[in-house]
């Protein structure tokens, strides 16, 4: 009996590819502006999202979509207020995010608190017919705004000054890239779980950069690692029969050791022919 | 054809937390001139410069850039500038081409694929730099004085009008030195305004038309503001303000040769 015989499977496998391509090209710029743990407290901000969508009875994917929103929002405007102080004030944001989140699934009738699991840590089951829909529009609509303003964003993480002289709106570019990883949390928050979906954003980035040598390689090497990681990891995770979001991403942890061992004698060889 | 007043900045103040860094600078810059902005670290010279690009709010006085206030400047392909290095190239690969190429990034440009004419002009660009073989390397693989000329290459792809570098002589070995010289020459001469932001006019003392020193012991930021050289009185401090601790000696050099 196959794989894809269960329908659950088989929205499972489409909402575990989008992630997989999404969540690197966001990183990619992540990284590249050392904002990685940008997404994990992105992450924690949607656990609100998620535990108020309990609570009100409201359907997940849009509340913490909201939420994450907001919290991007928030985000960078703490970051542009507080130059110095910006990473405490982010860590503020950061807890209340996950206890708000506990607190308002606690409150909520049922069982509500039990099923957070699942949102925590990524659930095989729980991607919905109609959470297809939802998660294909979010992912066409961060396709094309990379498509229009992914050159913008480039230029901004390369030297935000330098961007600026060029007539680049700097803030605006950099709260887009902030909506945006919000968008990939949530869209990655049913299979991969909003503790470990920053680790798809970041992990496959840190692993294609062993052995590339332009940003286009890159984002082009790690989106196809995050496939891999999160298309193979599901797999896994159903055999296994653990949740999906820790065997994803302890796969992708495994492409990067992967690479990055198969980058010392590359390295060496390249700096032995210059 | 009469010469265009390139840089005009008037009166301007910058204070941060109640410290004056910029006071009352008056400085006005035409096409054509090679000004070399001097003067010790914390004298302003970087926040001036950050001022004259927009990217440093002032809180009193004003800037104009090519006749146009700041507030209402938009032809910002005619000004580039040359940093000391590019943040992020360091935390993800970026092959000399993408770095050459990002200065040609414009919100203009967003709604259709990156120019023939950009890629054109970036090529030309990293060749007069003498770089054109290394385009697919990272950028970081390269030694510093390579890296600068990327940077330089990165600047001139949009031929600016104004053209700003940071430093460009820090740490450059002999040779790379002779290139840029050679370089800015050609730029000088073709009629690009340049300023070069510097401690020291080593290297560049014969392409200097100008030289203006910043200071902020006193109520007006600019010391000197004539022809190189600069006169010995400006290298040494002599109003040392009866508040300030002492500081190193300010290091305004000249050119020995």
Redesign the interface.
Known sequence: MSILDYDFMQRALVAAALVGLLAPLIGVFLVQRRLALLGDGMGHVALTGVGLAFLLGTAPIPTAMVTAALGAFLIEFIRYRSRTAGDVALALLFYGGIAGGVLFASLAPGKASSSLNAYLFGSLSTVASGDIVALLSLCLVVVILMAIFGREMFAMSLDADLAAVQGIRVRMMSTLLAVLAAVVVVVGMRVVGLLLVSAIMIVPVAAAQQVTRSFRATAAVAVLLGLIASVSGLVTSFVVEVPPGPTIVLEALALFAILALVAVPLRRRRRETH | MSAETVVSVARACVEFDGEHVLENVDLSIEEGEFIALLGPNGSGKTTLI?AI???QPLDHGKISLFGTPLGRF?D??R???V?QR????T?????V???VL??G???????RP?PRSSRAAAQRALESVGLWSRR???LD?LSGGQQRRVLIARALSTSPDLLVMDEPTAGLDTANLQALTALLAHLHNAGTTIIVVTHELTGISDLVTRAVVLRNDHHESVKYDGPPPVPADFNNDVHPHHDDPPEAPPTVELDPS
């Open positions: 950050r690009l927009g990217l938009r910002w392909h000004v580039a500038i940093p590019l943040p992020g190239a935390s993800i690969p970026v092959s081409w993408e770095a990002s200065g990034i414009t919100p203009r440009g967003r709604w990156f697919h390397d990272r693989t």
